[in-house]
């Protein structure tokens, strides 16, 4: 493979790292349609020259050249095919690790899956890039010279024959307006049961215990309803086309036979020449046939490359010469606003505040108030639609991301455990696998001797999503993976929620030890027992900050009554 001097941001970036694979292609290509002139040149000599000189000697030599030709011909197809694969793992190897965290960030936003799915729409693209599809394409241009050779047989043959292109060359652009909707139709049909098939599986359990089964059931039936409708339309429309443009080959073959013999009667023609010309007109019309057969896989794999590359060029990544180093002082959120994306309107705003080294912060207010937006936001996981957050002065934005991801220490509202070991996801999966900093965080998050405890230990392989613990151990394992190598700024979404006394403790001790190491710690929170570490508070109302500072200036300025407190 070729090492690219920069990541691609196109396919067509991908296409001109191969343009070496493409020529090597295009000659394979060419050296193919040369070949299967042979047919045609083979019929011409047998009865033009071995039955009226009636030698057995010419007809052999000429079939042992045929066999040795058809050979090469078969050799050339399967490398041809080969190459076509190998482009296509090409289009994978460059672009799948760019798109991949792409759709973990799409999952953010549930809707966009429904619209596509980067890495699926890449898979498109490689399997009809590695197929037939494509290489039909590469025979396209070759109809022309076909032709040529039809006409020089004889004008009237040649006319036939591009007569014949021309109806279907119509019969390709009807293929391709009445294609057209029907296929995106079926991808968004697809993408639709996708989405709810997803849906089903992260809520099994509240479905099944609740009684939903049939009405999410029956729900998911109507989607695939609907692909199944999209798709026979988009299959009846192809077969359509299809059958047409092969009975119309095999007519368009018969009739320049009849021209070709009425040519003979008139002695304008020999008999060679008109089973010549028949070959030709079939092998001309041949490409434009594989066309129309493959023309719905061409369609779906052009709306798939439009998406890769807008996706790609919507995520393409600024080069910085200069990487800043994160210095660990301070944290500054001015006039912020936050939500999903642009194309919504911001959940929070107006979010003001400065916290230093050691500081702990404590988010709260009543439900929808956008605690766990501007958590979101503070982590890079939304974005910033206005205002700046900014560590020791620079925005989030002007950091590597992985260098800013290590500062970071996350704990979402739902715990999201990935399946492998325990000890991979505290070690959030770094292939260095740094046993001290596994243990050190597991320690600080008093969750060490509930690992310990376990059969295998930290070797415990889990389920997806960590579907082997109890939702309480599932949380003091995030905190641990939150606490993995010191992090700066700690970010923790309601971490007591599933938690015992015990487990209460726990997290106290951990957000106080590391604010003594020097760590911004921001707690949202709806426990008072979540709050009890930390020296500052933010109150926040219908997505806006009410009030901000010293913890008991906060508490008597909002005035919560003892039961508002228990849900702050």
Not at 130 to 137: H, K, V
Not at 160 to 178: Q, S, Y
Not at 492 to 497: A, C, G, H, R, W
Request: with cysteine.
């Amino acid at each position: 493979m070729m090492v690219a001097s920069a990541a691609p941001n196109s396919l067509g970036d991908v296409v001109r790292l191969a343009r070496g694979q493409l020529v090597v292609l295009f000659l394979l290509s060419v050296t193919s349609n040369i070949l299967m002139l042979t047919g045609s040149i083979f019929m011409l000599q047998v009865y033009d020259l071995v039955i009226p000189s009636r030698s057995p000697e010419t007809l052999v030599a000429l079939t042992a050249l045929v066999v040795v030709l058809f050979g090469f011909y078969a050799c050339i197809e399967w490398i041809r095919a080969r190459m076509a694969g190998r482009i296509g793992g090409l289009l994978h190897d460059r672009l799948s690790q760019r798109l991949f965290p792409l759709t973990m960030r799409m999952k953010i936003n549930q809707s966009h899956l429904r619209l596509s799915n980067p890495v699926q729409d890449l898979d498109q693209v490689r399997l009809f890039v590695s197929g037939p599809g494509a290489i039909s394409l590469l025979d396209v241009p070759w109809v022309p010279i076909y032709l040529a050779l039809a006409f020089y047989l004889h004008p009237w043959l040649g006319t036939m024959a591009l007569a014949g292109g021309v109806v279907m060359t119509l019969l390709l652009v009807l293929n391709e307006l009445n294609s057209h909707r029907p296929a995106m139709a079926t991808t968004a049909a697809a993408a639709e049961r996708a989405a709810l098939s997803r849906d089903a599986d992260n809520n099994a359990e509240s479905i099944f215990a609740m009684g939903m089964q049939d009405a999410v059931t029956h729900r998911w039936a109507r989607a695939a309803e609907q692909l199944v409708r999209t798709q026979t339309r988009s299959f009846d429309r192809v077969a359509f086309y299809s059958s047409i443009t092969k009975g119309f080959r095999y007519l368009l073959q018969s009739a320049v036979l009849a021209l070709g013999a009425y040519l003979v009667i008139q002695n304008q023609a020999t008999g060679g020449i008109m089973i010549a010309a028949s070959i030709l007109t079939s092998r001309a019309l041949a490409p434009i046939e594989q066309v129309v057969a493959h023309w719905r896989n061409f369609v779906s794999a052009r709306q798939a490359g439009v998406r890769v590359n807008r996706m790609l060029q919507a995520a393409a990544r600024v080069e910085r010469p200069t990487r800043l180093p994160i210095k660990r002082q301070t944290l500054s959120v001015e006039n912020l606003a936050t939500g999903i994306d642009a194309d919504h309107a911001p959940v929070a705003r107006g979010v003001t505040f400065t916290l230093n080294a050691g500081d702990g912060l404590g988010i709260i207010g009543p439900s929808g108030a956008g605690k766990s937006s501007v958590a979101r936001a503070l982590v890079g996981v939304w974005p910033v639609l206005s205002g700046a957050i900014r560590l020791d002065g620079s925005e989030l934005a002007h950091y590597d991301p992985l260098e800013l991801g290590a500062a970071i220490g996350y704990l979402p509202q739902a715990v999201e455990l990935l399946d492998g070991t325990i000890a991979e996801n505290i070690g959030r999966f770094d292939e260095r696998h740094d046993t001290e900093a596994i243990l050190a965080a597991a320690s600080a998050a008093g969750v060490h001797e509930l690992i310990a405890s376990l059969p295998n230990g930290y070797e415990t392989h889990l389920g997806a999503h960590g579907s082997n613990l109890s939702a309480g151990q599932r949380q003091r394992i995030g905190l641990a993976r939150a606490l993995y190598g010191n992090p700066f700024l700690i970010v923790l979404d309601e971490p007591n929620s599933n938690l015992d006394m015990e487990g209460d403790e726990a997290l106290t001790i951990a957000i106080l030890n590391a604010r003594k190491g020097g760590a911004i710690v921001v707690i949202v929170a709806h426990r008072p027992s979540a709050i009890a570490a930390v020296d500052k508070l933010m109150f926040m109302r219908d997505g806006r900050q009410v009030a901000f500072g010293n913890k008991g200036e906060v508490l008597e300025q909002v005035a919560l009554p003892p039961a508002q407190a228990r849900h702050a």
